[in-house]
């Protein structure tokens, strides 16, 4: 996305948020609280032992040491950016009115409070990559295609995500020259769970041993039961957790009461469970017949929620701080 550094969320937060992670953290992994295991989807296990937890409430961990000076491993963390045709709204679910270019979108609010993350100043603490999902074909839109209505998305539906830009350090720019709200597509279908099976394959193949591994879906989760309920997105999360890797749930704009066909606040709870890193995971999460779910699903809200562009940004920094590496020097 062509846009001034300057123009960006600042990164205050982004850094204040990443020293208490630096300072407060354990020793990371896997589990609920830290762990390991293999990241096989298909291949079972369970869920990783203690170890330390996060900031900001969520759980999160990585490999540095109470230490300051300790030496740790940047982790891996895969953006996976819903690019579904409702991400045109506003994230009160109206029609954007501000042409040419709708900033005031989902789509554009999403993708600046990413960029606004992924900068020269964390890229060196978080390996970032990004996958888009489901994947560009023939027959996806531009943003102003359909908020105007001159164009009907004909791709086909349910299509599996690719991964734009994988994960490693120094991303930020590579990442900037791929997003733009006006250039990259948006596409009919709410492929959620093949969207995460696709960041599994990927994180499988650029795993490291001793590397934690972490997939931020940020997604307004609308309509994915009606369009693609299979393979089911909160079966495949526990997966993703008993094979090793976490998943951060964003939901922006995601519950019926602020987007029409919303999945609800529910399922996201049990989502942020079953990816282990739902708010206060010990005593808001369960162990259920195949993964870890809500206590108590219709409860407090367990997931990262953003209901406008400063909210995303925060929650986005909140899931930085809570896993970065080494992120203050």
């Given at each position: 996305?062509?846009?001034?550094?300057?123009?960006?969320?600042?990164?205050?937060?982004?850094?204040?948020?990443?020293?208490?992670?630096?300072?407060?953290?354990?020793?990371?992994?896997?589990?609920?609280?830290?762990?390991?295991?293999?990241?096989?989807v298909t291949g079972g296990g369970t869920p990783?032992?203690?170890?330390?937890?996060?900031?900001?409430?969520?759980?999160?961990?990585?490999?540095?040491?109470?230490?300051?000076?300790?030496?740790?491993?940047?982790?891996?963390?895969?953006?996976?950016?819903?690019?579904?045709?409702?991400?045109?709204?506003?994230?009160?679910?109206?029609?954007p009115t501000d042409a040419p270019d709708y900033?005031?979108?989902?789509?554009?609010?999403?993708?600046?409070?990413?960029?606004?993350?992924?900068?020269?100043?964390?890229?060196?603490?978080?390996?970032?990559?990004?996958?888009?999902?489901?994947?560009?074909?023939?027959?996806?839109?531009?943003?102003?295609?359909?908020?105007?209505?001159?164009?009907?998305?004909?791709?086909?539906?349910?299509?599996?995500?690719?991964?734009?830009?994988?994960?490693?350090?120094?991303?930020?720019?590579?990442?900037?020259?791929?997003?733009?709200?006006?250039?990259?597509?948006?596409?009919?279908?709410?492929?959620?769970?093949?969207?995460?099976?696709?960041?599994?394959?990927?994180?499988?193949?650029?795993?490291?041993?001793?590397?934690?591994?972490?997939?931020?879906?940020?997604?307004?989760?609308?309509?994915?039961?009606?369009?693609?309920?299979?393979?089911?997105?909160?079966?495949?999360?526990?997966?993703?957790?008993?094979?090793?890797?976490?998943?951060?749930?964003?939901?922006?704009?995601?519950?019926?009461?602020?987007?029409?066909?919303?999945?609800?606040?529910?399922?996201?709870?049990?989502?942020?469970?079953?990816?282990?890193?739902?708010?206060?995971?010990?005593?808001?999460?369960?162990?259920?017949?195949?993964?870890?779910?809500?206590?108590?699903?219709?409860?407090?809200?367990?997931?990262?929620?953003?209901?406008?562009?400063?909210?995303?940004?925060?929650?986005?920094?909140?899931?930085?701080?809570?896993?970065?590496?080494?992120?203050?020097?």
């Open positions: 996305m062509n846009v001034a550094r300057s123009s960006l969320v600042p990164l205050a937060f982004v850094l204040l948020s990443a020293q208490a992670a630096c300072s407060d953290s354990g020793d990371g992994g896997a589990g609920p609280n830290g762990g390991g295991g293999s990241n096989s990783g032992g203690a170890g330390g937890g996060g900031s900001s409430g969520f759980e999160g961990g990585h490999d540095q040491g109470t230490g300051g000076g300790d030496v740790c491993e940047p982790p891996d963390m895969l953006i996976a950016l819903d690019r579904t045709l409702t991400m045109h709204r506003l994230p009160n679910g109206g029609t900033q005031s979108s989902k789509w554009s609010q999403a993708i600046t409070a990413i960029e606004g993350l992924v900068t020269p100043e964390l890229d060196g603490t978080i390996r970032f990559g990004l996958e888009l999902w489901p994947k560009e074909e023939p027959g996806c839109i531009t943003l102003v295609e359909r908020v105007e209505d001159t164009v009907q998305a004909t791709n086909p539906f349910c299509e599996e995500g690719e991964v734009v830009l994988s994960p490693d350090l120094d991303t930020s720019d590579a990442l900037h020259d791929i997003l733009d709200p006006l250039t990259t597509k948006i596409c009919v279908s709410t492929p959620t769970g093949s969207a995460l099976l696709t960041a599994s394959t990927h994180l499988e193949e650029v795993r490291v041993e001793g590397r934690d591994q972490y997939i931020l879906l940020v997604t307004d989760g609308a309509d994915w039961d009606a369009s693609c309920p299979t393979p089911d997105p909160l079966a495949v999360t526990q997966q993703l957790a008993a094979g090793g890797i976490k998943t951060f749930v964003l939901g922006f704009s995601a519950t019926e009461d602020l987007m029409p066909n919303g999945v609800g606040a529910p399922f996201l709870n049990n989502m942020a469970c079953a990816g282990m890193t739902a708010v206060d995971f010990d005593d808001n999460c369960m162990m259920g017949t195949d993964g870890y779910v809500a206590v108590d699903p219709n409860g407090p809200t367990l997931y990262l929620q953003a209901s406008d562009g400063a909210a995303l940004s925060a929650a986005l920094s909140d899931v930085a701080g809570s896993i970065c590496c080494n992120c203050v020097e």
